[in-house]
Nanobody, 115 residues
Framework: QVQLVESGGGLVQPGGSLRLSCAAS????????MHWYRRAPGKEREWVAT???????SYDDAVKGRFTISRDNAQNTVYLQMNGMRPEDTAVYYC?????????WGQGTQVTVSS
């Protein structure tokens, strides 16, 4: 059974940092393309960042230079380091695994940026 479990969300002040984790099981993690998405209140879910099996990364312009996606294949875990956070980063953050044509989603973790 495939499971993606996000953790690390919470409340942070503007300018602060958080690191999200997504632990995967039941998939060939080493070959998976891993992504982070987010859904802000009242908005559609949007793509945030991607890391390939070769560790090539890409980012949405809204987070480029502030967020860093990484992966640890030994731990079957993908991370999202978020620095310089802004109130507009408030959202539920989801990880997604893509393996060939199959996609798997986690349940999400809430991130709130507020003073």
């Amino acid at each position: 059974q495939v499971q993606l479990v996000e953790s690390g969300g919470g409340l942070v002040q503007p300018g602060g940092s958080l690191r999200l984790s997504c632990a995967a099981s039941g998939i060939g993690f080493r070959i998976a393309i891993m992504h982070w998405y987010r859904r802000a209140p009242g908005k559609e879910r949007e793509w945030v960042a991607t890391i390939t099996s070769e560790r090539t990364t890409s980012y949405d312009d809204a987070v480029k230079g502030r967020f860093t996606i990484s992966r640890d294949n030994a731990q079957n875990t993908v991370y999202l380091q978020m620095n310089g956070m802004r109130p507009e980063d408030t959202a539920v953050y989801y990880c997604k695994a893509t393996i060939y044509r199959d996609q798997y989603w986690g349940q999400g973790t809430q991130v709130t940026v507020s003073s």
